[in-house]
């Protein structure tokens, strides 16, 4: 279980921009589902860019005119026989909010008018879209979303992330091609902001500790690395010759079961037993300590993984994260697994 007020605290540390003031009061509010909640912040992210203005871009226009315009598409006229009525086919750019960002929020909202959530949350939206009225409808099954940022639009860049997971969230194509509402975040989708808010809780919280996610070279004896996977650590902290390996991991069931007997998800164990040791062989012969950990987000079940093995010279431990409680307690626990290891 997680609470969904501690869904918001793991995107404020995914997406920075929910640390300025506009959004601190969506942290005491309560919300039904987290749909609520993200509708929320899509409701103050818009209202912040409204107040700075809606972004602007020159879209390419193609329009039969009666005057000239940019430039005359002459073949398109002949087929056309455009003259004959005195006009002609001219493409030109049109600086405007019509643009593919702002496409994206306004067919995201008009999405969460038929979502569950509640109706002054829906009476609120439907404001919004009243500046939104020369701005054009787009089939979120075909967003291209990755964007790309610049100065000019920096600020939008939150909104279109959070409009990724509204859409992703909610949207899923039937086998008839229909569209239907689904469960807002399933297990894939928590697993990801899982991973990104313990990298970015690190990077923010420990700034005098070294914190990526990098990818691993293999300890290979020869240069063969030939259809070799790439092995990319969901978070590595570092401090001097001092390494930790943690993999997060967002499952139902934290454990497997093998004939009515509960053990650790053996692919994971393999997994960060590998990272640990091709890390460990990069020191040489260097005083150095190499650790893995692997992290689970706490369940409903009774057993819950918390172990620390010895293996092969290296300590791997298995832990979990109650994301069901205070938030001030999770960033404890996130907290004391840096200082048992490092020194801060």
Same mark, same amino acid.
């Not at 589902?33 to 203005?53: D, P, S, Y």
């Not at 493409?91 to 019509?98: A, I, W």
């Not at 298995?318 to 996130?334: E, G, M, P, W, Y």
């Given at each position: 279980?997680?609470?969904?007020?501690?869904?918001?605290?793991?995107?404020?540390?995914?997406?920075?921009?929910?640390?300025?003031?506009?959004?601190? &009061?969506?942290?005491?509010? &309560?919300? =039904?589902?987290?749909?609520?909640?993200?509708?929320?912040?899509?409701?103050?992210?818009?209202?912040?860019?409204?107040?700075?203005?809606l972004?602007?871009?020159?879209?390419?226009?193609?329009?039969?005119l +009666?005057?000239?315009?940019?430039?005359?598409?002459?073949?398109? &006229?002949?087929k056309?026989?455009?003259?004959?009525?005195?006009?002609?086919?001219? !493409?030109?750019?049109?600086?405007?909010?019509?643009?593919?960002m702002?496409?994206?929020?306004?067919?995201?909202?008009?999405?969460?008018?038929?979502?569950?959530?509640?109706?002054?949350?829906?009476?609120d %939206?439907?404001?919004?879209?009243?500046?939104?009225g020369e701005? #054009?409808?787009?089939?979120?099954?075909?967003?291209?979303?990755?964007?790309?940022?610049?100065?000019?639009?920096? !600020?939008?860049?939150?909104?279109?992330?959070?409009?990724?997971?509204?859409?992703?969230?909610? %949207?899923?194509?039937?086998?008839?091609?229909?569209?239907?509402?689904?469960?807002?975040?399933?297990?894939?989708?928590? /697993?990801?902001?899982? #991973?990104?808010?313990?990298?970015?809780?690190?990077?923010?919280?420990?700034?005098?500790?070294?914190?990526r996610?990098?990818? $691993?070279?293999?300890?290979?004896?020869?240069?063969?690395?030939?259809?070799?996977?790439?092995?990319?650590?969901?978070?590595?902290l570092?401090?001097?010759n001092?390494?930790?390996? $943690?993999?997060?991991?967002?499952? &139902? /069931?934290?454990?497997?079961?093998?004939?009515? !007997?509960?053990?650790? /998800?053996?692919?994971?164990?393999?997994?960060?037993?590998?990272?640990?040791?091709?890390?460990d062989?990069?020191?040489?012969?260097?005083?150095?300590?190499?650790?893995?950990?692997?992290?689970?987000?706490?369940?409903?079940?009774?057993? /819950?993984?918390?172990?620390?093995? +010895?293996?092969?010279?290296?300590?791997?431990?298995?832990r979990?994260?109650d994301?069901?409680?205070?938030?001030s307690?999770?960033? =404890?626990?996130?907290?004391?697994?840096?200082?048992?290891?490092?020194e801060?």
């Amino acid at each position: 279980m997680i609470r969904i007020q501690n869904i918001y605290y793991m995107l404020a540390y995914a997406f920075q921009a929910l640390n300025e003031q506009g959004y601190k &009061s969506i942290a005491t509010e &309560s919300f =039904a589902n987290a749909v609520e909640l993200c509708a929320a912040i899509l409701e103050r992210g818009i209202t912040k860019q409204i107040k700075r203005g809606l972004g602007m871009e020159y879209i390419p226009r193609t329009e039969d005119l +009666s005057s000239l315009r940019g430039k005359i598409e002459v073949t398109e &006229s002949i087929k056309s026989r455009t003259m004959l009525r005195k006009h002609l086919t001219c !493409t030109y750019d049109e600086f405007s909010v019509d643009s593919p960002m702002n496409r994206i929020i306004k067919s995201t909202l008009l999405l969460l008018m038929r979502a569950n959530i509640s109706k002054t949350r829906k009476k609120d %939206l439907r404001k919004l879209l009243v500046f939104f009225g020369e701005v #054009e409808t787009v089939d979120l099954h075909s967003v291209r979303w990755n964007v790309q940022y610049n100065r000019n639009n920096q !600020t939008y860049r939150m909104l279109i992330s959070v409009c990724f997971l509204i859409v992703k969230g909610l %949207l899923q194509t039937q086998s008839d091609g229909t569209t239907r509402l689904m469960d807002f975040f399933d297990e894939r989708k928590m /697993h990801r902001l899982y #991973e990104k808010f313990i990298l970015e809780y690190y990077k923010k919280e420990f700034p005098q500790i070294n914190v990526r996610a990098s990818q $691993i070279p293999w300890a290979l004896d020869d240069d063969s690395d030939e259809f070799l996977p790439v092995m990319q650590s969901d978070v590595t902290l570092s401090q001097g010759n001092k390494v930790l390996i $943690i993999d997060a991991k967002y499952y &139902s /069931h934290a454990l497997q079961i093998r004939h009515d !007997t509960p053990t650790q /998800h053996s692919a994971n164990l393999y997994q960060i037993f590998a990272y640990v040791k091709n890390k460990d062989l990069e020191f040489g012969d260097a005083a150095h300590t190499v650790a893995g950990m692997l992290l689970y987000a706490k369940t409903d079940e009774e057993i /819950h993984p918390d172990h620390v093995y +010895s293996m092969s010279g290296n300590k791997i431990c298995v832990r979990s994260l109650d994301l069901n409680q205070d938030f001030s307690k999770i960033a =404890a626990q996130l907290d004391q697994i840096v200082l048992d290891f490092f020194e801060v």
